[in-house]
């Protein structure tokens, strides 16, 4: 995809998105709504035309070429099963849309296949309304990869499905996306579907992509403020780099001189930038009679639990920190385990290594 561009009247929906993908790549567009990522989808799919730019797949540039004629197919998130037809006939409609279509033999054996690959064998005579929402969903799966389109495109199929099953499908999807090799392009807001399926991530902001990469890259070393504040939880703190490093060295507007992994787009010494460390990243001690804890390698400071989350398997607490401000910290719930964590109001110390922060540039890239 070469430079796409896209506008609604006066909205512009996609604003020159270019990537390339090596066949086989489990690709996930992943942004909040109207970021431009289903846009994308549509054109890709045939549904809507580019204003400007390219979409070749392979080396054909199908660009203005109708959806039928394209190597794609596509699965939905209300997966639009045909509701007159029964499994086996919803499976095999793009086999009879063929010309000349295959035989009567040749598409049960097809159908057959297609079920067994989504774990449906024998429920080719039942309806739609018979099934459940996961079982509806592996019916459109098997209809969308039954002609083995060189591209599938999924626009958030999992939306529809509660959270036990969603999961469980987020890994039949990746199971079966590496048992037909074939590429898939799937559009989520879900940040857990994405990092947990794709091989790459695109995170996708203003009809722009802000960062693409493998999930473990856009999650430790997000290149801007906006993916940065986007992707899970991120303790930002302003000020000034004083050097690049490595380490990089930065004065924050508090005071503190911190070190950090340096930026990983062009920065100048004395320009504005943020600091980011996430909350797991964090460690926090109770402060000894002496309002000290424990010895740890990095940077340490003094503060105040003001507030604590319970979250399960971690406890959230939020710090007053005098001297960088408030910080979130994400710790392991050890309750239990024979220790009590801190609780509110308790006098703490916290601090991180160097490695654990990101100096970014405080500049937001341009169009």
């Not at 303790?235 to 990983?264: F, I, S, W, Y």
């Not at 109770?286 to 503060?303: D, M």
Request: aromatic share 6%; glycine share 12%.
């Amino acid at each position: 995809m070469v430079d796409l561009r896209k506008r609604f009247g006066d909205v512009q929906a996609l604003a020159g998105v270019s990537f390339r993908l090596e066949p086989g790549t489990f690709y996930a567009l992943l942004g909040p709504s109207g970021c431009g990522k289903t846009t994308l989808l549509r054109l890709l799919a045939g549904f809507e035309q580019p204003d400007q730019g390219s979409i070749l797949i392979g080396d054909e540039d199908v660009a203005g070429v109708p959806p039928y004629r394209r190597p794609v197919n596509t699965v939905f998130q209300h997966y639009a099963l045909f509701p007159h037809m029964d499994v086996a006939r919803n499976v095999g409609y793009g086999l009879r849309q063929q010309k000349p279509a295959p035989g009567r033999d040749e598409q049960t054996r097809r159908i057959d296949q297609a079920l067994e690959l989504v774990r449906l064998q024998g429920f080719g005579h039942r309806r739609s309304w018979e099934l459940s929402g996961g079982q509806q969903q592996r019916v459109a799966l098997a209809r969308a990869i039954i002609n083995r389109p060189t591209v599938l495109l999924l626009d958030e199929p999992l939306g529809a499905l509660d959270l036990k099953l969603r999961r469980e499908m987020q890994v039949e999807l990746k199971q079966l996306q590496g048992q037909l090799g074939i590429t898939f392009i799937f559009v989520t807001h879900d940040q857990d579907e994405a990092f947990s399926m794709a091989d790459r991530v695109a995170v996708m902001h203003d009809g722009r992509i802000l960062q693409d990469g493998p999930p473990s890259a856009i999650y430790d070393r997000p290149a801007d403020p906006w993916v940065a504040s986007f992707i899970g939880q991120m303790n930002v703190l302003p000020g000034q780099l004083e050097e690049l490093g490595p380490p990089a060295v930065m004065r924050l507007d508090r005071g503190p001189v911190l070190h950090g992994e340096p930026p990983g787009t062009p920065i100048g010494i004395g320009e504005r930038a943020l600091l980011a460390v996430r909350p797991e990243r964090i460690w926090l001690t109770r402060a000894g009679r002496n309002g000290t804890g424990p010895e740890h390698a990095g940077t340490r400071f003094e503060g105040r639990i003001v507030r604590t989350v319970f979250l399960g398997d971690t406890v959230e607490h939020v710090v007053d920190a005098p001297a960088v401000g408030t910080l979130v910290i994400s710790a392991p719930n050890v309750e239990g385990q024979g220790t009590a964590g801190p609780v509110m109001g308790e006098e703490v110390v916290v601090g991180w290594t160097d490695d654990a922060a990101r100096i970014i540039s405080e500049r937001r890239p341009g169009p």
